[in-house]
């Protein structure tokens, strides 16, 4: 009785406190101080986490969302929670977030273990941003790019006859740490939904080629006479995050195969900088029927099955940290229907050891 009042005091306290503070246009993008992080280990996590609102915003939590109440949507920031902490990794990049109040919430919730930083994108149609939760500071603050391409790209198989056009990546950020004598760059995206559909899968090739030419940029640019950017064995770059899309070379548990060059550009295989760099995927060392991120219902019975799997969710490297990574699991730790308090996506998990 006395740790179900206990729970029911902080439920009532979480609910309180996101009624009543005026904090819905919170960021926390800020690094006072760079320091440098001595480590042997590291666990990275990449999670959609599924519309963690607490603050109203074009009716989330309500009817334009997952979550039609508040209460609903404090159930399901414990249940994101429960999952971080079986896990418990050092730095989790989290997409489908409000803002940093949510994040200080999730972090209350996981006893402030972690540091929240988050800085707002351009999506005020569902206000959904990217943010992490980390044990260890990055040594910048974070930032974003505002730099535009165009579409449909050069070598697209979207199969859009639309109009051309131009467009950003909406939500993503990007920052750095120091990490024995590495710099690694890390860099968080969100990109368009729908991964077979002709008009999205042309502007999320647009947003692809906006990351890869950020790539480039903080990987020392190209070099002139090579056309190629230098490896340099103190820096290393990682992408994470939730790319709506499918991967040709690593397919998942049901074959999903792209309609676009999304991956291929991410990689370097493909776009304005073809060859000039590569990035790995880590869900090569993940086995293929554990493949899978994500649950889309397409026939609507509200019940899940291994046919309605696809993995949609990627983190990407370069090859000196893809060295010394030691372990990838993609768990699936709930099942997934109508009416759950999970997300509608499955964490992907990267252990590396330095």
Known sequence: ??????????????????????????????????????????????????????????????????????????????????????????????CEVEGCYELGQLNGLLQNAYTPYLLFGTDTSTGQNVGILTKYSPSVS??????????????????????????????????????????????????????TEASRCASRE?????????????????????????????????????????????????????????????KGYAGEYALAYELYSVAAQVVKNERYTDWWDPNGDCESSMNEMSMIDHVLMTSNLLEIVKNVTIPHPYRQYCGTFDSDHFPMIIDLQF
């Open 206 to 266: 647009a947003q692809a080629t906006v990351l890869q030419r950020l790539v480039v940029e903080l990987l020392g640019g190209i070099d002139p006479e090579t056309r190629h950017v230098d490896d340099n064995p103190n820096i290393g770059l990682i992408v994470s995050g939730d790319m709506n899309d499918y991967d040709a070379e690593i397919q998942d548990a049901n074959n999903n195969h792209p309609i676009s060059i999304v991956l291929d550009i991410l």
């Open 1 to 94: 009785m006395y740790r179900i009042m206990i729970a029911w005091i902080s439920l009532a306290l979480l609910m309180a406190l996101a009624t009543t503070t005026n904090t819905n246009d919170t960021q926390c993008y800020i690094v006072n101080s760079s320091k440098t992080h001595t480590v042997s280990q590291l666990r990275i996590m990449q999670y959609n986490v599924e519309w963690l609102f607490l603050k109203t915003y074009n009716n989330c939590p309500g009817s334009g969302c997952s979550w039609p109440n508040l209460a609903d949507a404090t159930t399901h920031m414990q249940n994101v929670a429960s999952v971080i902490r079986t896990y418990n990794p050092d730095i989790v990049n989290l």
């Open 142 to 195: 974070l930032q974003r790019t505002s730099a535009t391409s165009t579409y449909p790209v050069a070598g697209s198989r979207c199969n859009y006859t639309g109009p051309g056009g131009s467009t950003g990546v909406s939500k993503h950020y990007y920052t750095e740490y120091k990490i024995n004598d590495m710099t690694v760059y890390f860099i968080g995206a969100h990109l368009l939904a729908m991964p």
